[in-house]
């Protein structure tokens, strides 16, 4: 079993910063594969960025240049470094583990970009 704990988000004025943690538990983490989703209202949710076990990333064209994913595997946690925010950021932000049969999500945190 993994357990995922997100925390980070909150309220930030356009233009600003935010980085998101996600906390792991279980043993999975160094061999998983780890993502950041995000769920607008209304909208269905989407990919925001990936990496893999060995350091690969992907990007959503929508953040790319504006957001960071990072992983630290002794600490079993995975970052999101969030840039130049935009309102169109503002959703609930979802940390994702995967690998084999396993496909955990965190319980979500709040991202509003609002002046």
């Known amino acids: 079993q993994v357990q995922l704990v997100e925390s980070g988000g909150g309220l930030v004025q356009p233009g600003g910063s935010l980085r998101l943690s996600c906390a792991a538990s279980g043993s999975i983490f160094g061999v998983a594969t780890m993502g950041w989703y995000r769920q607008a209202p209304g909208k269905q949710r989407e990919s925001v960025a990936t990496?893999?076990?060995?350091?690969?990333?992907n990007y959503a064209d929508t953040v790319k240049g504006r957001f960071t994913i990072s992983r630290d595997n002794a600490k079993n946690t995975v970052y999101l470094q969030m840039n130049s925010l935009k309102p169109e950021d503002t959703a609930v932000y979802y940390c994702?583990?995967?690998?084999?049969?396993?496909?955990?999500w965190g319980q979500g945190t709040q991202v509003t970009v609002s002046s």
């Open positions: 990496i893999t076990s060995g350091g690969s990333t």
């Open positions: 994702n583990a995967r690998f084999i049969m396993i496909n955990a």
